[in-house]
């Protein structure tokens, strides 16, 4: 990989991870018109989700500094029920990711045919968020908080957009716009930190088997934290408007484009 297919990649990963149109999908595609095998490398894709999780506490540093002042007061105050919400919401993705991820990854494997399927039905929920309306809008609750949790823990699918997901789930079951985005967005850490943290020091991280050179990893990663802290601000002001459409849009056609070459 040189440092042109990095930084490629890098950009990928860093507007996939916020905007809901699946980051993993999307790498999987740029893999494969890149031709690039060792993309598939969980050095390379451990980096670049250290660019976006990073990008993440920056846009958000605002937020997370009031949550922990907070939680250190020791009181059952908003701020600490906001944070035993987003524990609530990890659960169901912990579950999977710490008892059943080989066994979805066997079942469902990886590749443009799942890819495409997903996207479609990203596309679809996507879409429901523009025809299901409410007079009135609620705080993120115990129940929506689980509810949105399960679908972070269903989007450990490639293709089936996380940040999509978790959003457009919010916006069904009546969450206010104003706070899905961010909810999605700081549940989402502490699951992609430990799988980081994991896949940094498990047996098959290793930067000189990876084969990709220790430059093309620095862009890659600062490449994806760069570009994720304009989505991720970005993602969060266009919510508050719900018009998630063109996206779903934009879905359908990937998801049929990928469902074709998939085929062929």
């Known amino acids: 990989m040189n440092w042109l297919e ?23 595609i740029g893999k494969e018109l890149l031709g690039l095998a060792a993309a598939d490398n969980i050095v390379f894709e451990t980096v670049v989700h250290c660019g976006t999780v990073l990008s993440t506490i920056t ?4 937020d997370l500094m009031q949550l922990f002042i907070k939680l250190f007061k020791f009181e059952w105050n908003t701020e600490t029920q906001y944070i035993a919400k987003i524990a609530i919401s990890m659960i169901p993705v912990m579950v999977v990711g710490l008892f059943f991820k080989d066994q979805v990854e066997a079942f469902f494997g990886e590749g443009l045919l799942l890819v495409g399927a997903m996207l479609l039905l990203t596309a679809t929920l996507l879409a429901l968020t523009n025809l299901v309306k409410f007079k009135e809008r609620k705080n993120v609750g115990w129940g929506s908080s689980l509810v949105i949790g399960l679908a972070q823990a269903v989007a450990v699918l490639p293709g089936l957009s996380r940040s999509g997901s978790t959003i457009a789930t919010g916006l069904l079951i009546g969450v206010k716009k104003e706070e899905v985005a961010k ?46 802290c304009f989505a991720c601000k970005w993602m969060i002001e266009l919510v508050k408007k719900a018009n998630l459409i063109w996206f779903a849009i934009y879905c359908a056609i990937a998801g049929s484009v990928a469902l074709i070459v998939g085929l062929l």
């Open 183 to 228: 909810f999605s967005f700081l549940m989402v850490l502490i699951p992609i930190l430990g799988e980081t943290f994991l896949g940094a020091f498990g047996g098959d991280f290793s930067v000189q088997a990876s084969g990709i050179a220790t430059s093309s990893l620095i862009i890659g990663f600062f490449a994806s934290y760069i570009v994720g």
């Open 59 to 62: 846009i958000l540093r605002k």
């Open 6 to 28: 990095a930084l490629i990649l890098g950009i990928i990963q860093g507007i996939t991870e916020f905007l809901p149109v699946s980051s993993s999908g999307h790498l999987v």
